[in-house]
């Protein structure tokens, strides 16, 4: 992960309450979390014991039930 430049929000007593990042940093945050969020997803339904179907097949039942 990259060093990103970011500024504290802090209290009256000095303690960190808060984070400033630049867009960019919040953006590659943002693009990061997703990546790691559809891995996640992979490797759950990876060792799930659902069934197995292909896309199209997949997609053409979620059309049906709209």
């Given amino acids: 992960m990259n060093s990103f430049k970011e500024q504290y929000v802090v209290d009256e007593n000095g303690n960190r309450i808060g984070v400033i ?16 969020e559809c891995i996640r997803a992979y490797d759950a ?3 799930s014991n659902d069934e197995i179907i292909p896309f199209a097949q997949a997609v053409a039942e979620i059309e049906q039930t709209r």
């Fill in 21 to 36: 990042l630049d867009i960019a940093d919040y953006q590659q945050l943002l693009e990061e979390l997703e990546e790691l």
């Fill in 45 to 47: 339904a990876k060792t």
